[in-house]
Every structure is written in C-alpha cells, then in structure tokens.
C-alpha cells in the first residue's frame, strides 16, 4: 500500500545549525515527528553551507515518517551576497541598490538552474533578473 502525503513543508534553516528550538522543532513537533532523524542528517549534509540559510522541503507522510529534500541557499540571499547589501530597496523601482554583473548573474541561474522554471541558462538569467529588480538591483550590460 502506497504511503499518503499529509502534508508538505517549506522551512529556512540556516545551514548546519538546525536544533530541537524553533522553527524546526515547533514545525516537526506539531506533525509528531521524530525532529532527531531530521536535525542530524540535515545538519551533516549542509555543513559546507555554514553560515548561509537553506530552502528545505519536506513531505509528511500518514505513517509518521517523512522525507526532504535540501534547494540550497534562496536566490535573494545569493544575489545580496554578490551585490553586498543587507537588504534590497523598499522601493525597488525608484531606489537601486547595486548592480548585478551578467557573470554574476550567469553564477546564480548556474547554481538555481534545477529549481527554477527554466528549460536554459538564458531562460533561469532572466528569473534571476527579475528577482533582482524586485529588489532594487540593477542588471549591468
């Protein structure tokens, strides 16, 4: 008999450092799950992330078990790390806060490209892009 999802998941855990405290124990907690076998294998396998948060999906299962898969480091946080800024623009269309370069951008669809919505580099360049200007970045030529 196939297992029945009851529900799915999306946290931000910062990389190598997910504990029993919230967000991960109150979420795990509350689905009655063993947040230990989450903590340790998450923990061992985003080690050489450190310091940097990470997208994690998880499907719940009927049977009290669970899986999840890591999506890496969010596309904003990559591209304020590139640009240098803390935060983007409150008003993004008026107020720039930095600029992009193509390289850097071409990096960023490099390393997103399985997650986003794209069937090419060129393709994943302009979501990136568009993250961007949502923030206030600005797309160098």
Known sequence: MAKTVIGNIKLRIPAGRATAGPPVGSTLGQWGLN???FINP???ATKDLMGKD???????FDDRTFEWKSLGQPTDDMIREKVGIK???GKPHTDKVGKLTDAQLT???TAKM??????????AKKVVAGTARSMGVEIAD
């Open 35 to 37: 947040m230990m076998d």
């Open 42 to 44: 998450f923990n061992d």
């Open 54 to 60: 990470v997208i994690v999906h998880m499907k719940i």
């Open 87 to 89: 935060k983007g623009s």
């Open 107 to 109: 990096e960023i669809a």
């Open 114 to 123: 399985d997650q986003l919505n794209a069937n090419d580099i060129e393709s």
